[in-house]
Protein backbone atom coordinates (compact mmCIF):
# COMPACT_ATOMS: atom_id res chain seq x y z
CA UNK A 1 0.00 0.00 0.00
CA UNK A 2 2.66 2.36 0.76
CA UNK A 3 3.98 2.63 -2.65
CA UNK A 4 1.47 4.04 -3.35
CA UNK A 5 1.56 7.22 -1.57
CA UNK A 6 2.25 10.52 -2.82
CA UNK A 7 5.88 11.05 -2.71
CA UNK A 8 7.72 13.41 -4.63
CA UNK A 9 11.40 13.83 -3.11
CA UNK A 10 10.55 9.10 -4.21
CA UNK A 11 9.14 10.42 -7.90
CA UNK A 12 11.79 13.02 -8.71
CA UNK A 13 14.69 10.05 -7.67
CA UNK A 14 12.80 8.23 -10.03
CA UNK A 15 12.37 10.38 -12.60
CA UNK A 16 16.29 11.66 -12.02
CA UNK A 17 17.38 7.80 -12.58
CA UNK A 18 15.01 6.97 -15.64
CA UNK A 19 15.89 10.38 -17.33
CA UNK A 20 19.46 8.50 -17.32
CA UNK A 21 18.46 5.10 -18.90
CA UNK A 22 17.86 3.17 -15.74
CA UNK A 23 14.40 0.75 -17.03
CA UNK A 24 14.03 -0.10 -13.21
CA UNK A 25 13.65 3.55 -12.11
CA UNK A 26 11.13 3.64 -14.90
CA UNK A 27 9.38 0.37 -14.14
CA UNK A 28 8.42 1.70 -11.03
CA UNK A 29 7.48 5.19 -11.55
CA UNK A 30 5.09 4.15 -14.02
CA UNK A 31 4.16 0.70 -11.34
CA UNK A 32 3.69 3.97 -8.37
CA UNK A 33 1.37 5.49 -10.87
CA UNK A 34 -0.45 3.19 -12.61
CA UNK A 35 -3.27 2.41 -10.68
CA UNK A 36 -4.41 6.14 -9.95
CA UNK A 37 -4.59 6.33 -14.23
CA UNK A 38 -6.51 3.64 -14.28
CA UNK A 39 -8.88 4.85 -11.13
CA UNK A 40 -9.23 8.60 -12.72
CA UNK A 41 -9.75 6.85 -16.34
CA UNK A 42 -12.20 4.60 -15.09
CA UNK A 43 -14.46 7.37 -13.00
CA UNK A 44 -14.21 9.42 -16.45
CA UNK A 45 -14.89 6.61 -18.72
CA UNK A 46 -17.07 4.26 -16.85
CA UNK A 47 -16.11 1.32 -19.05
CA UNK A 48 -13.37 -0.58 -17.82
CA UNK A 49 -11.41 -1.46 -20.88
CA UNK A 50 -11.75 2.01 -22.39
CA UNK A 51 -10.26 2.98 -19.03
CA UNK A 52 -7.34 0.73 -19.36
CA UNK A 53 -6.88 1.79 -23.17
CA UNK A 54 -6.62 5.13 -22.32
CA UNK A 55 -4.31 4.69 -19.45
CA UNK A 56 -2.11 2.69 -21.94
CA UNK A 57 -2.44 5.53 -23.94
CA UNK A 58 -1.68 8.16 -21.77
CA UNK A 59 1.65 6.00 -20.59
CA UNK A 60 2.21 6.43 -23.72
CA UNK A 61 2.25 10.11 -23.53
CA UNK A 62 4.13 10.14 -20.46
CA UNK A 63 7.17 7.75 -21.53
CA UNK A 64 7.51 9.60 -24.46
CA UNK A 65 7.78 12.82 -23.16
CA UNK A 66 9.76 12.48 -19.57
CA UNK A 67 12.83 13.02 -21.45
CA UNK A 68 11.81 17.04 -21.54
CA UNK A 69 10.53 16.73 -18.11
CA UNK A 70 12.45 19.07 -16.51
CA UNK A 71 11.13 18.98 -13.08
CA UNK A 72 9.91 22.54 -12.58
CA UNK A 73 6.74 20.56 -10.92
CA UNK A 74 6.57 17.67 -8.81
CA UNK A 75 5.57 14.72 -11.23
CA UNK A 76 2.64 13.63 -10.59
CA UNK A 77 1.39 17.36 -11.27
CA UNK A 78 3.26 16.80 -14.50
CA UNK A 79 1.35 13.49 -14.90
CA UNK A 80 -2.23 14.29 -14.17
CA UNK A 81 -1.93 17.16 -16.50
CA UNK A 82 -1.11 15.08 -19.43
CA UNK A 83 -3.99 12.73 -17.88
CA UNK A 84 -6.28 15.58 -17.78
CA UNK A 85 -5.77 16.64 -21.26
CA UNK A 86 -6.06 13.04 -22.89
CA UNK A 87 -9.61 12.96 -21.07
CA UNK A 88 -11.40 15.56 -21.56
CA UNK A 89 -10.23 15.17 -25.13
CA UNK A 90 -12.37 11.21 -24.97
CA UNK A 91 -14.85 12.10 -22.85
CA UNK A 92 -18.69 13.36 -23.87
CA UNK A 93 -21.50 13.97 -21.66
CA UNK A 94 -23.94 11.44 -21.30
CA UNK A 95 -27.04 11.75 -19.29
CA UNK A 96 -28.61 14.32 -17.46
CA UNK A 97 -29.21 13.62 -13.50
CA UNK A 98 -33.05 13.73 -14.69
CA UNK A 99 -32.62 11.00 -17.18
CA UNK A 100 -30.57 8.93 -14.73
CA UNK A 101 -33.32 8.96 -11.89
CA UNK A 102 -36.30 8.30 -14.45
CA UNK A 103 -33.95 5.29 -15.29
CA UNK A 104 -33.23 4.07 -11.88
CA UNK A 105 -37.10 4.93 -10.47
CA UNK A 106 -38.72 3.21 -13.64
CA UNK A 107 -36.17 -0.45 -12.70
CA UNK A 108 -37.86 -2.30 -10.68
CA UNK A 109 -36.71 -3.53 -7.35
CA UNK A 110 -35.71 -7.48 -7.10
CA UNK A 111 -34.17 -10.11 -4.95
CA UNK A 112 -30.48 -10.58 -5.60
CA UNK A 113 -29.92 -13.90 -7.72
CA UNK A 114 -29.50 -17.19 -5.89
CA UNK A 115 -25.41 -16.98 -4.84
CA UNK A 116 -25.12 -20.42 -6.49
CA UNK A 117 -26.39 -19.72 -9.55
CA UNK A 118 -24.70 -16.21 -10.11
CA UNK A 119 -21.42 -18.15 -8.35
CA UNK A 120 -20.63 -14.98 -7.09
CA UNK A 121 -21.46 -13.88 -3.08
CA UNK A 122 -24.31 -11.58 -3.49
CA UNK A 123 -22.56 -8.70 -1.11
CA UNK A 124 -19.39 -8.46 -4.08
CA UNK A 125 -22.90 -8.13 -6.57
CA UNK A 126 -23.95 -5.26 -4.31
CA UNK A 127 -20.67 -3.40 -4.13
CA UNK A 128 -20.76 -3.73 -7.91
CA UNK A 129 -23.65 -2.11 -8.39
CA UNK A 130 -23.03 0.55 -6.02
CA UNK A 131 -19.83 1.59 -7.82
CA UNK A 132 -21.29 1.03 -11.20
CA UNK A 133 -24.37 3.38 -10.03
CA UNK A 134 -21.98 5.81 -8.63
CA UNK A 135 -19.37 6.18 -11.41
CA UNK A 136 -22.36 5.82 -13.76
CA UNK A 137 -23.53 9.18 -12.22
CA UNK A 138 -20.78 11.18 -12.07
CA UNK A 139 -21.24 10.78 -16.23
CA UNK A 140 -23.92 13.14 -15.63
CA UNK A 141 -21.76 15.94 -14.97
CA UNK A 142 -20.13 17.57 -17.95
CA UNK A 143 -16.61 16.22 -18.63
CA UNK A 144 -14.46 18.86 -16.81
CA UNK A 145 -16.76 19.55 -13.93
CA UNK A 146 -16.19 15.73 -13.72
CA UNK A 147 -12.60 15.76 -13.33
CA UNK A 148 -12.51 18.64 -10.84
CA UNK A 149 -14.32 16.34 -9.09
CA UNK A 150 -12.46 13.44 -8.79
CA UNK A 151 -8.96 15.53 -8.62
CA UNK A 152 -10.48 17.64 -5.58
CA UNK A 153 -13.17 15.85 -4.05
CA UNK A 154 -11.97 12.05 -4.54
CA UNK A 155 -8.35 12.03 -4.46
CA UNK A 156 -8.07 15.24 -2.22
CA UNK A 157 -5.55 17.15 -4.67
CA UNK A 158 -4.82 20.53 -3.13
CA UNK A 159 -6.42 23.55 -5.18
CA UNK A 160 -3.20 25.38 -6.20
CA UNK A 161 -1.90 22.13 -7.47
CA UNK A 162 -4.87 20.91 -9.47
CA UNK A 163 -5.35 24.37 -10.90
CA UNK A 164 -2.11 24.04 -12.62
CA UNK A 165 -3.34 19.74 -13.67
CA UNK A 166 -6.39 21.93 -14.96
CA UNK A 167 -4.53 25.20 -16.24
CA UNK A 168 -7.14 27.35 -14.77
CA UNK A 169 -6.43 29.52 -11.03
CA UNK A 170 -6.66 28.00 -7.41
CA UNK A 171 -9.90 30.33 -7.40
CA UNK A 172 -11.37 29.24 -10.15
CA UNK A 173 -10.51 25.16 -8.93
CA UNK A 174 -13.02 26.45 -6.13
CA UNK A 175 -15.51 28.15 -7.65
CA UNK A 176 -16.10 24.51 -10.11
CA UNK A 177 -15.43 22.23 -6.90
CA UNK A 178 -18.40 23.84 -5.22
CA UNK A 179 -20.79 24.11 -7.78
CA UNK A 180 -20.20 20.41 -8.79
CA UNK A 181 -20.24 19.61 -5.19
CA UNK A 182 -23.83 20.87 -4.65
CA UNK A 183 -25.62 19.73 -8.11
CA UNK A 184 -24.02 15.94 -7.49
CA UNK A 185 -24.59 15.84 -3.95
CA UNK A 186 -28.00 17.57 -4.55
CA UNK A 187 -29.11 14.62 -6.90
CA UNK A 188 -27.80 12.22 -4.37
CA UNK A 189 -30.26 13.71 -1.35
CA UNK A 190 -32.92 13.61 -3.56
CA UNK A 191 -32.16 9.66 -4.90
CA UNK A 192 -29.74 7.76 -3.14
CA UNK A 193 -30.31 5.55 0.02
CA UNK A 194 -27.12 5.51 0.59
CA UNK A 195 -26.92 9.64 1.74
CA UNK A 196 -30.49 9.78 2.74
CA UNK A 197 -32.47 6.72 4.42
CA UNK A 198 -35.59 8.52 3.25
CA UNK A 199 -35.10 7.72 -0.60
CA UNK A 200 -36.09 4.36 -1.60
CA UNK A 201 -33.45 3.66 -3.96
CA UNK A 202 -31.42 0.18 -2.61
CA UNK A 203 -27.99 -0.79 -4.20
CA UNK A 204 -29.05 -4.42 -3.12
CA UNK A 205 -32.60 -3.79 -4.99
CA UNK A 206 -31.26 -2.64 -8.09
CA UNK A 207 -28.53 -5.26 -8.73
CA UNK A 208 -30.29 -7.70 -10.82
CA UNK A 209 -32.06 -4.67 -12.84
CA UNK A 210 -28.02 -3.70 -13.57
CA UNK A 211 -27.44 -6.88 -14.13
CA UNK A 212 -30.27 -7.22 -16.94
CA UNK A 213 -28.90 -4.24 -18.70
CA UNK A 214 -25.49 -5.50 -18.54
CA UNK A 215 -24.13 -2.78 -16.47
CA UNK A 216 -23.05 -5.73 -13.77
CA UNK A 217 -21.46 -8.53 -15.84
CA UNK A 218 -21.20 -11.73 -13.66
CA UNK A 219 -18.62 -12.79 -16.35
CA UNK A 220 -16.35 -10.12 -15.42
CA UNK A 221 -17.00 -7.58 -12.70
CA UNK A 222 -15.57 -4.23 -13.39
CA UNK A 223 -15.35 -2.52 -10.45
CA UNK A 224 -14.32 -5.13 -7.56
CA UNK A 225 -11.87 -7.38 -8.64
CA UNK A 226 -9.59 -8.29 -5.22
CA UNK A 227 -8.82 -5.38 -4.28
CA UNK A 228 -5.37 -3.34 -4.10
CA UNK A 229 -6.29 -0.89 -1.79
CA UNK A 230 -9.41 1.39 -1.00
CA UNK A 231 -8.60 5.29 -2.44
CA UNK A 232 -9.15 6.74 0.98
CA UNK A 233 -6.23 4.93 2.43
CA UNK A 234 -3.92 6.38 0.57
CA UNK A 235 -5.27 9.60 -0.65
CA UNK A 236 -4.56 12.56 1.51
CA UNK A 237 -6.93 13.38 3.69
CA UNK A 238 -9.60 16.18 4.19
CA UNK A 239 -9.71 16.38 7.81
CA UNK A 240 -11.05 20.30 7.99
CA UNK A 241 -14.10 19.07 6.61
CA UNK A 242 -14.51 15.76 7.87
CA UNK A 243 -17.18 16.48 10.37
CA UNK A 244 -19.50 18.63 7.46
CA UNK A 245 -22.30 16.38 5.27
CA UNK A 246 -20.22 16.29 2.36
CA UNK A 247 -17.89 14.25 3.46
CA UNK A 248 -20.73 11.34 3.83
CA UNK A 249 -21.20 11.74 -0.09
CA UNK A 250 -17.74 11.69 -1.07
CA UNK A 251 -16.94 9.00 0.93
CA UNK A 252 -18.98 7.07 -1.07
CA UNK A 253 -16.58 7.33 -3.62
CA UNK A 254 -13.51 7.69 -1.48
CA UNK A 255 -14.15 3.71 -0.26
CA UNK A 256 -14.03 2.59 -3.75
CA UNK A 257 -11.03 0.45 -4.32
CA UNK A 258 -7.65 0.90 -6.82
CA UNK A 259 -7.24 -1.47 -9.32
CA UNK A 260 -4.38 -3.36 -11.12
CA UNK A 261 -4.82 -3.10 -14.90
CA UNK A 262 -5.48 -6.65 -15.87
CA UNK A 263 -4.50 -5.99 -20.00
CA UNK A 264 -1.49 -7.62 -20.74
CA UNK A 265 -0.74 -4.72 -23.58
CA UNK A 266 -0.19 -2.95 -20.12
CA UNK A 267 2.96 -5.01 -19.22
CA UNK A 268 6.11 -1.83 -19.05
CA UNK A 269 8.31 -3.54 -21.40
CA UNK A 270 5.77 -4.52 -24.42
CA UNK A 271 4.84 -1.58 -23.91
CA UNK A 272 8.31 0.73 -24.32
CA UNK A 273 9.55 -1.64 -27.35
CA UNK A 274 6.16 -1.64 -28.95
CA UNK A 275 6.63 2.13 -29.32
CA UNK A 276 9.94 2.32 -29.80
CA UNK A 277 10.89 4.68 -26.38
CA UNK A 278 12.79 2.23 -25.18
CA UNK A 279 15.51 3.28 -28.09
CA UNK A 280 15.15 6.90 -27.52
CA UNK A 281 16.14 6.73 -24.20
CA UNK A 282 18.54 4.30 -24.57
CA UNK A 283 16.96 1.72 -22.61
CA UNK A 284 18.01 -1.28 -25.05
Avoid at 219 to 235: M, S
Avoid at 267 to 284: A, F, R, V
Wanted: aromatic share 6%; with cysteine; proline share 3%.
Amino acid sequence: MDYLREDDALDARLVTNAQKGDQSALEELIRRHQPWLLHISQRMLWNRADAEDATQEILVKVITHLGGFQQHSGFRTWLYRIAANHLLDRCRATKSFDQLAQGLNEMPDADLPDRNAAGIENAILVEEAKIACTTGILLCLKPRQRLVFILGEILGVKDDVASVMLDTTASNFRQMLSRTRRQLYGFLNRQCGLVNQSNACRCARKAPGFIAKGWVRLEQLQFVDPRLVQVQQVAPGRMRELQDLDRRHAQIFREQPLLEPRKAALELGKLLKETGIHKTMGLE
